[in-house]
């Protein structure tokens, strides 16, 4: 049974492998950059539980900053993918200036919470 399970994990695997080497590269980019958003994230949150959470402004602003960044970053992805057809018509440049400017919001609310 166990044989079974990791050929299936490998098989699984190598269908996801193969079918993102087929994803255009702009959306990879898009990819490491939600990727490095989480990560950065990660950190804030081990780094608190480590040393503490005294300005626990500064840190839930940290969280929300990264959390709320790699949020526009899928959405920016979902928008400027090629074969999603519910947004034909928004060219990237528009979705990459709306992922600007909601960004510059979210970072303008981030920080008024700062104090």
Do not use: W
Request: with cysteine; glycine share 4%; aromatic share 10%.
């Amino acid at each position: 049974m166990a044989k079974s399970s990791s050929s299936d994990a490998q098989a699984l695997i190598r269908s996801l492998r193969s079918a993102y080497a087929a994803t255009p590269t702009n959306l990879k980019i898009i990819d490491l950059y939600v990727v490095y958003a989480i990560t950065t994230a990660v950190i804030q949150i081990v780094y608190m539980g480590i040393v503490g959470s005294f300005p626990f402004n500064s840190f839930l602003s940290g969280i929300l900053s990264c959390v709320g960044t790699a949020v526009l970053a899928v959405c920016l992805r979902i928008q400027v993918n090629k074969e999603n057809k519910e947004f034909k018509d928004l060219s990237p440049e528009r979705a990459f200036a709306d992922f600007v400017l909601c960004n510059l919001v979210l970072h303008l609310v981030i920080m008024n919470f700062l104090g």
